[in-house]
């Protein structure tokens, strides 16, 4: 688990194809690896990558098949900076929100404009995901905790102060670039529990809520009958 608070800007050092999948090799620059071992948890971008190997600068990790097709990093290349955060501990500050480090998909920079001292971006959704993103909820962009400012379809605005400009990979996002997402966990977990007893039923989980009606919250205590 994760709090979504950048600790680092690591820097990509290699890629290794290996039969379908990924062997990543990252640069950590300024985070202490002191109290990192091997299989232990660093969000690379967002994504909990297990550490395999420790060349004293970095780690190695394994990315999957499935990583690879839900996130960004099978397009990053050798040089580029990457968002990274150590998993938190019992004592660690939750400075931002609950992450798992689990991607639920590529989302895209629409506009960057400046606003003050700050960045007002605008970002697309998966159409998928856009029921996960509430006006001042939270979301996670790359790793990084943010409030959602406002909502319009799957487009929402995020407003990005100087610290987190200067401490994350958000200076080099420009309209286009792509962004790996995870929403608010209890969003999601809230979702499979209003279902019910539906969400045992097989069916296409991008249409999950297919089985949510007026009824099927009456039936299962949302609403009195």
């Given at each position: 688990?994760?709090?979504?608070?950048?600790?680092?800007?690591?820097?990509?050092?290699?890629?290794?194809?290996?039969?379908?999948?990924?062997?990543?090799?990252?640069?950590?620059?300024?985070?202490?690896?002191?109290?990192?071992?091997?299989?232990?948890?660093?969000?690379?971008?967002?994504?909990?990558?297990?550490?395999?190997?420790?060349?004293?600068?970095?780690?190695?990790?394994?990315?999957?098949?499935?990583?690879?097709?839900?996130?960004?990093?099978?397009?990053?290349?050798?040089?580029?900076?990457?968002?990274?955060?150590?998993?938190?501990?019992?004592?660690?500050?939750?400075?931002?929100?609950?992450?798992?480090g689990h991607v639920d998909g590529l989302g895209e920079v629409v506009s960057v404009v400046e606003d003050?001292?700050?960045?007002?971006?605008?970002?697309?959704?998966?159409?998928?995901?856009?029921?996960?993103?509430?006006?001042?909820?939270?979301?996670?962009?790359?790793?990084?905790?943010l409030t959602v400012n406002a909502v319009n379809g799957a487009e929402f605005d995020l407003n990005i102060i100087p610290q987190t400009w200067a401490e994350t990979v958000f200076a080099t996002y420009q309209p286009g670039t792509l962004v790996n997402l995870e929403v608010d966990v209890i969003a999601r977990y809230l979702e499979r529990l209003v279902l019910g007893d539906a969400a045992a039923q097989p069916g296409d989980p991008a249409n999950s809520n297919a089985g949510i009606s007026l009824a099927s919250l009456a039936d299962n205590g949302y609403l009195r009958k």
């Open positions: 688990m994760f709090t979504g608070i950048i600790q680092a800007v690591g820097t990509i050092k290699a890629l290794q194809p290996t039969g379908g999948d990924l062997r990543l090799r990252v640069d950590t620059g300024k985070l202490s690896l002191d109290d990192v071992g091997l299989g232990d948890s660093i969000a690379t971008n967002g994504v909990c990558l297990t550490v395999t190997e420790l060349p004293g600068d970095g780690f190695w990790a394994d990315v999957s098949r499935e990583t690879l097709d839900f996130t960004s990093l099978g397009k990053l290349k050798p040089g580029s900076r990457v968002n990274l955060e150590k998993a938190l501990t019992p004592a660690s500050r939750l400075g931002g929100h609950i992450v798992s003050g001292r700050s960045y007002r971006y605008v970002m697309r959704a998966p159409d998928a995901l856009a029921k996960y993103i509430s006006q001042k909820g939270s979301i996670c962009v790359d790793g990084t905790s």
